[in-house]
């Protein structure tokens, strides 16, 4: 029998000034070649902590640095593709943008967006998955658990 196994991901909820960060990029799993929109996010790599994870993907996707201030929330879906991942999504601050920063391949570009812009973009189906908003809603609802909630023993 086969072992079922979950990817680990990570995102991170980043806001600024009434704005929320987002990257423009291309579903390789989809059969659109729309555009979507989705927060930093990525799989974690081997030996790489959670908070080293979200912080890395924000930067190869955004641009950005980031500081992980606190645990969002776990959210679990399982995709089209039969996957089912496990995102860690965290709360992070921009400290600054790099703007020689090389952003990973089939990323557009890093847009801040206001709630409007955000509500407009799911309403129209550019969201890249069902994780997306949660995410913003648990943010806006205060949601925050402090990093010791993590015990990483590597």
Not at 59 to 65: A, D, K, P, S, V
């Amino acid at each position: 029998m086969e072992r079922w196994t979950p990817h680990c991901t990570v995102a991170t909820l980043v806001h600024q000034a009434g704005k929320f960060l987002l990257v423009e990029e291309y579903d390789k799993l989809s059969a659109t070649k729309t555009p979507v929109l989705n927060q930093p996010a990525g799989h974690l790599e081997v030996n790489e902590s959670l908070i080293e994870a979200a912080v890395r993907e924000t930067l190869e996707e955004t641009g950005w640095l980031v500081e992980i201030e606190a645990y969002l929330g776990l959210y679990i879906n399982l995709a089209p593709n039969g996957v089912t991942y496990h995102r860690h999504c965290f709360i992070a601050r921009p400290i600054n943008a790099l703007p020689d920063a090389t952003l990973d391949d089939g990323i557009i570009t890093a847009h801040w967006l206001t709630l409007q812009e955000l509500d407009a973009a799911e309403a129209a189906g550019r969201f890249r998955s069902p994780m997306v908003r949660p995410c913003i809603d648990d943010f806006l609802a205060g949601n925050a658990y402090p990093l010791a909630l993590i015990q990483d023993f590597r």
